[in-house]
């Protein structure tokens, strides 16, 4: 909406949608109305306004798929181990989505890499988390 300088209503119109279903799309997942938008949908927004998952990231993860599912853009972000591009990903999809991508990922890396990438992973989610715990109590 921001990249486009569309209103709500201007683009639940444009996606054929109501604004309240935009407004379900737009919640954080941790909400408990929140819904998942459709492929069908990020495909347009990529396609007309050059909306990309990968924005705010260090590297364009979704640079060939710019529709790809929340859980592959996890994986893509958890193989490279960039802190930076964890904690957004943290903030964006919770650090329980993104703990639970880790052994998805652990299946696609080497065997040899996997002990490393399991330690380091773990200490990245681990500081992301008492970071989150002193940010909410503060």
């Keep these: 909406m921001i990249r486009s300088g569309q209103t709500r209503a201007q683009l639940s119109a444009e996606l054929g949608v109501s604004a ?3 407004d379900k799309w737009l919640l954080p997942e941790t909400s408990g109305d929140f819904r998942r938008m459709p492929e069908t949908a990020l495909r347009l927004l990529a396609a007309q306004h050059g909306v990309r998952k990968s924005d705010g990231l260090s590297m364009p993860y979704d640079w060939s798929n710019p529709g790809m599912p929340d859980e592959t853009l996890v994986v893509s972000v958890l193989r490279r181990a960039s ?3 964890l904690v957004r990903v943290c903030a964006d999809f919770g650090v329980a989505f993104v703990r639970s ?4 990922t652990l299946d696609r890396v080497p065997a040899a890499e996997r002990n490393m990438l399991s330690r380091i992973l773990k200490r990245m989610l681990r500081s992301i988390e008492i970071a989150l715990a002193e940010k909410s109590t503060a």
């Design 20 to 22: 309240r279903t935009l």
């Design 83 to 85: 802190f930076p591009d």
């Design 101 to 104: 991508r880790v052994e998805a």
